[in-house]
């Protein structure tokens, strides 16, 4: 009850977890998307199910009577990991990999949720289990990828045996001076580099000077428009990781860049360069 506003109730009673939630919105906002780059559910922390076997014996009016068990469904249906649980289970196992759990195993019972005494055990408890948990690492891994994506520069050219596949990758995040030495300065120093068709390719050479936004040149072939595209990073993750957007087809990112529009970008940017000027005195003999 909070005053001048009225009576609130905590939104877990319907959605304790709502990431099945977030998965119909995200298809209502991008449609063409048939399945999110990166999910991430977070819980506030688990305790042990109790095993089964060890409610057997005498029944009681108490225990398995008729308010009892309906007490017990309602507080099922707030459990953040069972609806979790859920969720992963009918994921495809492709789409598995890009769903995520962060949730901490409590030590003993849960505390009450008004007991303060527990909030820096609580604390240090969540801070080891980011460290060490290979959870947590597969999340940042794929944090990382999700960082970089993929555009063609132009329609792919037919050389008489397949088509070459030129364009950039980039960095989607906004950032800094700062933020741009950091993310150079990471790639190089762990050595990264995209797998492009199984072919490695370097991130970064050198730190640049000026320290543009990132952007790194790839050229690559494929047989057919409709061929699955795989762009992956390693060095600042620990595993091959797919960058955002893939995989896809470059027939999808022509669609996508509105690139093969017979009237222009829908952006109204020009893909190629302006023509030169004609002199003016070389236009004023054509004109006479």
Known sequence: MLEHLGTFQDGGLLNNNPVEMARWESQHIWPDKSEPDFVLSVGTGTVKPTPAWTAIGPRSPVRDGFMRRLYDTFMRSLD????????????????????????????????????????????????????????????????????????????????GDAYVCVGHIFCRLDLDRRGREALYGRLASTSSFFLVGGRPVPCVQTVPKCVPPFKRRIQFTVQALAEELYISIRGITTRPRTISGLPTSAEDLLRRQDLSAPFGRVDHACAQKTLPRIPSKRRIEEVE
């Open 80 to 159: 953040g990991e069972r609806a979790w649980k859920e969720v992963n289970n009918s994921l495809s196992a492709t789409s598995r990999a890009r769903y995520h759990r962060l949730n901490l195993q409590l030590k003993g019972a849960e505390p009450c949720i008004d007991d303060v005494s527990v909030m820096s055990p609580l604390k240090e408890q969540a801070e080891s289990f980011i460290r060490s948990s290979a959870e947590a690492q597969l999340v940042r891994d794929s944090l990382y990828a999700s960082m970089f994506y993929f555009e063609l520069d132009d329609v792919p050219r037919f050389d």
